[in-house]
């Protein structure tokens, strides 16, 4: 099983709005990511965590707040985002934080 | 700081066709792993095939086969009786140690009927 589930698939918010992205694995990996992908553009690293611990943060705007409760779950709370966040947003895991990756089927974000 | 540099923006081939997409590279360390990406319009990235830096032997996925020359950090994908299917962006990407995925920007490949 290489699946990486992210929930929900589509996501319209307004600027003043809360909402949570969230991501699940259970093929016993121990990195998970964040990437935040604009149209025709690579994914852009935001989040890494380590043996759930917070080791990468690309200094992303405090609007965006990583949480990782579990080893299996990973979230991505939003707050009082801007036009320009709207992206497709990545989830990934990883064996160990230098293997290969395997991705969800990301968030389509539209913040209006 | 690493870079991956991918200098095709698109290619289009016909059916049955071989095509060789290139990526270069640039890292100051030894120990580091290669990986090619497919992500179709379905938006799902899906990893083709994986390269160990350490490993001498080219990587091999059915159709899908890499031409790894180290010295020159050069990391070029064939695909080989290419199909329909096999339309998609396609990304180079290297990871090193904890830092996640570099990725290149990408190319975008049209198989044409």
């Known amino acids: 099983d290489t699946e990486v589930t992210q929930t929900p698939k589509h996501l319209v918010m307004g600027m003043t709005n809360k909402k949570s992205l969230k991501c699940e694995q259970h093929m016993g990996h121990r990195a998970m990511y964040w990437y935040k992908q604009k149209a025709k553009k690579p994914p852009e690293l935001m989040f890494v965590y380590s043996y759930e611990k917070l080791s990468i943060n690309e200094s992303v705007p405090s609007r965006f707040s990583p949480e990782c409760p579990n080893s299996s779950l990973l979230n991505l709370h939003l707050h009082a985002l801007q036009p320009e966040d709207s992206a497709l947003y990545l989830c990934?895991?990883?064996?160990?934080?230098?293997?290969?990756?395997?991705f969800g089927q990301g968030t389509r974000l539209t913040v209006v | 700081a690493q870079t991956v540099t991918q200098s095709q923006p698109e290619m289009s081939v016909q059916e049955a066709e071989t095509v060789t997409l290139s990526c270069t590279y640039d890292?100051?360390?030894?120990?580091?792993?290669l990986f090619w990406y497919k992500q179709p319009p379905s938006r799902q990235m899906i990893l083709v095939i994986r390269?160990?830096?350490?490993?001498?032997q080219n990587a091999t996925e059915n159709r899908f086969s890499v031409n790894f020359q180290k010295a020159a950090k050069s990391f070029s994908l064939k695909i080989s009786d290419s199909q329909l299917g096999d339309t998609a962006m396609y990304f180079c990407a290297l990871v090193r140690g904890a830092d996640g995925l570099t990725f290149g920007k990408g190319t975008h490949l049209i198989i044409q009927p």
């Open positions: 990934a895991s990883s064996q160990h934080p230098n293997t290969e990756a395997f």
């Open positions: 390269q160990e830096a350490y490993k001498q």
């Open positions: 890292t100051s360390e030894n120990n580091y792993y």
